[in-house]
């Protein structure tokens, strides 16, 4: 360094120096410094020190300096000057650097008649190709072709340098093609590579050879050939055997090969080529160097084929590698490069790939805003912007289908409408972009009922077949999507003629993948051609065309390299039709087999408002596979603890991050260290965020991160936990409960799961010695609905009715099967843990009976009530221990909310407040009342034994995550309590003295048990009391003074809550207490409660 210093400033000595000596001395030293710059730009080849290359600039420029037009050589010591200017830019991306480059190319130029000029000019295209590749200017590029086409055109057919000249004339052909679609520039292209490869003994051959392949498969791509895509590997194959290990052009040569093996295989389907594409790029990157200016889309080509590979096989594995080289590529390429484009579309490209194959909305947002600065950057002419619109349309789509977002909608219908409009109509992927935009007419068909969105669906996918030849790998995709329109319009319209082309069309579609059993939409189309048979039968009668749908999906479930929601849904679908021709056993397989998939589609590494939007596909699915267990004769345990499995999956999954891993850290220390570490570290990434994409490469390398790790994280965690099952003792290792854990659950009473399906009702019946199941031939599914409809709109006179329903239909039959045959006397309430499932967790089990005659038909006069979400959520509760507590909470957290922003005054929070400060007093508790904004709560809960919350509670209707409790700053929702972890301190009661606590109105996650009532369990209280509906303000005061009475006097243990609330809703039920204002925060019209106050409460708890 202290060297290179050294002499640096003796040249700019010299270059002082020489301002002051003769025009002979300072040419003759110009001279010199030539050749001094050109030793130090060798040297720095051997050394690759960035000294060396500057010191040879400076020697370049000093004798650029000292050189004058009259002087011969002069030319050619400018022209030197750029040349080094040029390489340095290569090196180190600078603008200014190139910038003058081009500019002492252009004062060297000299006349035509000098001596290399043609050589000279060609360096000049050089110069103005390569700012052109930088910054995206067309003026640059159509520069080049014409410096270039001189040297050409002034240079002798047989010269030595005239391949060098056609090869970069070729490109440059080639490049202008690629901005403009210009087919006569691309012709020019290969013309001139074709010429130019005939020099059989040029020695940077090779190279022209690679050039050559490359514009032959471009042009494949354009015109379809699949001749010209086996010449070009042909060609680039041979260049890449034949170069030495060591050649410095070798990674761009075998970067090339990848791109023509990748592109026939996008043309043949042939998985060698794919495979083999996929392995000379990573030789390819093996070899670059960190800062290769080509390293960037090396990388991007690289994410694109294991994103192929995940498309041909189902690996995720391919998936995530796309992602993770897309991101890198994005990151090695500078913000202003025109190439940054094709990388930012590849990216959403490949994250939009990912949503649809997780279901995680991060990646669709990403995707999406990805795509729009693509579109917004690609110029206008872009051949390739038709391609980004695309993109941009789908994913846009996919965020409807998961928003509903009209607007969404409409704008990926624009898009893919502009799309198609500005595509020639031969260009090969015309039908690919047809085919984007049916998809998206059709789901608008389904939004407006509009028959032409329809007939334009039809139109476009039968178009998309035509423009696709048969051999084409997308060809089988687009004949899929063709019988799907069809079906569509044959359902709505009624054209037998469309259902018998979608029968047809779609079984083409198989037919070209029969021999691909592993592709992992082969599913898909299997799924679409037994819907569609399943519609030809119910038209023609067909036991053959249902037969074969059954078989249809039946194959389809055996692709295991298709999405598991795929597979679970023709499950589904082949059980049903099994079921309705009453073959009970090969139902009963394939629902289980479904049910033991439900939570791959559901990893940890999804954000919980995803699993959600995921998990509601599949409603039912566990109860459905239950009733199939038990109508093929399988035991009640069995059958129990396959609805457990499938049941509860987002609660499963934290309770399996946060329970108690004693026994595991007792016998295997090591395994439970790693346990936690990585459940730790699956926790900080869930509740990590990051800045948008496109904030700066920092944002977006760490974000790449992020993702990756929480999938790679998620496979860990699951290897993990497959290891500890094999160790002894171990093998039920966060599984659902065993039957022996199922009976010790009803050691303190017995666990009733009431289970509700098409095709059977039943309860099982939990008790200490055995689990029985009880049919319940009055229960029927539709009656369940009609009377949940009637709960929905109820008042005064209609509430009656439906708790006789409960009883007659289900209450009664079970506890005449327990014994609890009379009312209870002596105060020594037998208990029960209600589980209902689906549908029936709206309804008031508790409250059943005929209330308004003097017998005691009734729940609450024979039994006293609990709930749980499941039995692994009981099981969870009771074993549930704090390690290392210094000393129990003996806080109070009371946050009574009597005026809430927007909403109506409660009149009797006050009062509630006040008789609650007074009862803590006698219970030994600190009344803590916070400010009522949602981060003083939060702190405050971590050190609480009580939590009460006085005031106004809403449920979102389709979002049940974003259910809350409304205080000062809005809202404390189901998310928030629900991430909450008590590490020093497990609270006992939490009472929520608001409406809609207890309830999920998302009918597709009701077997998930998503409210404020079990996200305060999942955080660690014991005890929770809420409610099913609105609930009288007045009345809240009643009850919570009876419920906090009975603790006063029995103390805090676990019974007595349940007892408080039992002896509240008998002692309210009993009496004659006017109603008042509710506690919801949108409460229906039409509404009475009188009378019935009491019933909405309810008690989760162990």
């Known amino acids: 360094m202290e060297a290179s210093n050294m002499t640096s400033q003796m040249l700019s000595l010299l270059d002082v120096t020489l301002q002051n000596s003769g025009s002979a001395e300072r040419h003759d030293a110009a001279r010199i410094l030539m050749v001094l710059s050109a030793m130090f730009e060798e040297r720095f080849r051997s050394s690759g020190s960035t000294e060396d290359f500057n010191l040879a600039v400076q020697a370049a420029e000093v004798a650029a300096n000292n050189t004058s037009e009259d002087l011969p050589g002069h030319v050619e010591i400018l022209n030197a000057l750029s040349n080094v200017l040029g390489e340095r830019f290569e090196n180190t991306g600078s603008i200014d650097d190139l910038d003058r480059a081009v500019r002492f190319a252009k004062m060297a130029i000299g006349s035509q008649d000098s001596p290399g000029h043609a050589a000279r000019m060609n360096d000049l295209g050089i110069r103005l190709g390569a700012r052109f590749e930088r910054i995206g200017s067309m003026a640059d590029l159509n520069g080049a072709i014409e410096a270039v086409t001189t040297a050409v055109a002034m240079t002798p057919q047989d010269d030595i340098n005239q391949p060098t000249y056609l090869n970069n004339l070729g490109n440059w052909y080639g490049k202008r093609f690629q901005r403009t679609g210009s087919v006569a520039d691309l012709t020019h292209a290969v013309e001139l590579l074709q010429k130019a490869v005939t020099f059989q003994d040029y020695p940077n051959r090779a190279d022209i050879l690679n050039s050559f392949g490359n514009w032959l498969r471009t042009r494949s791509e354009r015109t379809g050939s699949l001749d010209d895509l086996n010449h070009a590997i042909e060609v680039v194959d041979t260049v890449v055997t034949t170069a030495p290990p060591s050649h410095p052009e070798l990674a761009r040569w075998l970067n090339s090969l990848g791109s023509h093996l990748m592109a026939r295989f996008n043309r043949t389907g042939l998985e060698d080529d794919l495979n083999r594409a996929i392995e000379t790029t990573h030789m390819a990157m093996a070899t670059i160097s960190e800062d290769s200016p080509h390293r960037a889309m090396i990388l991007n080509n690289l994410g694109r084929r294991h994103k192929a590979r995940f498309l041909n096989t189902g690996a995720i594995s391919d998936l995530h590698q796309a992602i993770e080289n897309a991101y890198m590529a994005k990151s090695a390429i500078p913000k202003d490069h025109p190439q940054r484009i094709i990388i930012l579309n590849n ?33 206008h002419n872009h051949p390739n912007r038709p391609g980004y619109l695309s993109n941009l349309s789908n994913q846009l789509g996919s965020r409807f289908q998961r928003t509903k977002s009209i607007a969404d909608l409409d704008r990926a219908i624009e898009t893919a409408e502009l799309a198609v409009a500005t595509t ?28 032409e969105d329809l007939d334009r669906a039809v139109e476009t996918a039968d178009m998309a077949v035509k423009l696709t030849p048969r051999d084409h790998p997308d060809c089988a995709s687009r004949l899929s999507n063709l019988g799907n329109r069809l079906g569509t319009r044959f359902r709505h319209v009624g054209r037998i003629e469309d259902i018998n082309r979608a029968v047809e069309v779609i079984e083409i579609a198989l037919n070209s993948t029969s021999h691909a059993h592993s592709h992992p939409y082969r599913a898909n189309f299997l799924l679409n051609f037994g819907n569609k048979l399943e519609a030809l039968s119910r038209q023609t009668n067909s036991t053959n065309d ?38 009970w056993e090969a139902s009963a397989i394939l629902l289980e087999d479904a049910v033991k998939l439900l939570p791959n589609v559901s990893p940890r590494s999804l954000d919980h408002t995803d699993k959600e939007s995921v998990l509601a596909e599949f409603s039912g699915l566990a109860s459905m596979a239950a009733a199939m267990s038990l109508q093929a004769g399988r035991d009640p345990s069995h059958s129990l603890r396959l609805l457990e499995l499938g049941r509860g999956v987002i609660a499963g999954l934290l309770m399996d991050m946060r329970g108690d891993i004693s026994d595991l850290e007792h016998q295997h220390p090591d395994l439970a260290a790693e346990f936690l570490s990585l459940r730790d570290s699956l926790d900080s990434q869930e509740h990590t965020t990051d800045s948008l994409i496109l904030s700066d490469d920092g944002a977006i390398s760490t974000s790449a991160s992020r993702m990756n790790v929480r999938h790679e994280l998620d496979r860990k965690f699951n290897q993990l936990i497959a290891a500890i099952r094999v160790e002894p003792g171990f093998d039920n290792f966060l599984l659902p409960p065993a039957e022996t854990e199922i009976k010790e659950a009803a050691r303190l009473g017995p666990v009733v799961v009431i289970n509700l399906s098409l095709y059977r009702c039943d309860a099982f019946i939990v008790d200490r010695n055995e689990i029985k199941v009880l049919e319940l031939p009055n229960l029927k599914l539709e009656d369940v609905r009609d009377q949940g409809q009637k709960l929905r709109t109820t008042n005064e006179v209609n509430i009656m009715p439906i708790l006789e329903w409960l009883w007659d239909a289900i209450c009664c039959p079970i506890l005449e099967v327990l014994g609890f045959t009379d009312p209870v006397t002596d105060d020594n309430w037998p208990h029960i843990w209600w589980i209902p499932t689906g549908l029936l967790g709206q309804f008031p089990l508790h409250a059943a009976g005929y209330h308004d005659q003097s017998c005691a038909d009734t729940v609450l006069d024979r039994v006293m009530s609990s709930y749980a979400s499941s039995v692994k959520t009981l099981i969870h509760g009771r074993q549930r221990r704090v390690h290392n507590l210094e000393q ?34 006698s219970l030994q508790l600190k009344c803590v009342k916070p400010i009522s904004q949602k981060d003083d709560i939060m702190r405050s809960l971590q050190d609480c034994k009580i939590f009460h919350f006085a005031g106004h509670g809403s449920s979102h209707p389709t979002e049940p995550s974003r259910s809350a409790l409304l205080i000062e700053d809005w809202k404390l929702t189901v998310g928030d309590i629900r991430d909450c972890k008590f590490h020093n301190n497990q609270p006992f009661l939490s009472y929520l003295s608001a409406c809609l606590t207890g309830v999920n109105e998302n009918v597709g996650l009701v077997d998930e048990g998503i409210h404020l009532a079990s996200a305060f369990q999942l955080a660690g209280f014991r005890h929770v009391i809420g409610t099913l509906w609105e609930v009288s303000d007045r009345h809240c005061v009643d009850m919570a003074w009876v419920v906090y009475e009975t603790l006063r006097d029995e103390g805090l243990s676990d019974v007595a809550v349940c007892r408080g609330l039992h002896r509240a809703m008998r002692t309210l039920r009993d009496g ?18 009188r009378s019935i106050y009491w019933i909405p409460y309810i008690h989760f708890g162990v």
Not at 566 to 577: G, H, P, S, Y
Not at 902 to 921: G, R
Request: with cysteine; charged share 25%.
């Open 546 to 583: 249902l037969n074969r749908a059954i078989s249809a999906y039946r194959e389809g479930w055996l692709c295991e390299t298709a999405s598991p929601s795929i597979r679970i849904e023709l499950a589904r679908q082949a059980a049903r039709t099994l079921a309705e021709q009453q073959d």
């Open 888 to 921: 129990e909470a003996d806080q109070a957290l009371l946050i009574a909310m009597e005026q809430t922003p927007n909403l109506s005054s409660l009149l009797f929070v006050k009062e509630e407040a006040q008789m609650l400060e007074k009862i803590y007093s």
């Open 424 to 451: 020639p109509e031969d260009h090969p992927e015309q039908g690919a972009l047809l085919n984007n935009l049916g998809v998206w007419l059709e789901s608008r068909f389904y939004q407006s009922n509009s028959v």
């Open 1072 to 1089: 004659n207490i006017p109603d008042s204002e509710t506690r919801n925060a949108t409460v229906l019209k039409n509404k009475s409660l």
């Open 347 to 379: 990216l959403s490209s490949h994250l939009g790939m990912r949503f649809q194959r997780t279901g995680s909305t991060d990646d669709l947002n990403r995707a999406i805003e990805a795509a729009d600065v693509t579109v917004v950057e690609a110029p």
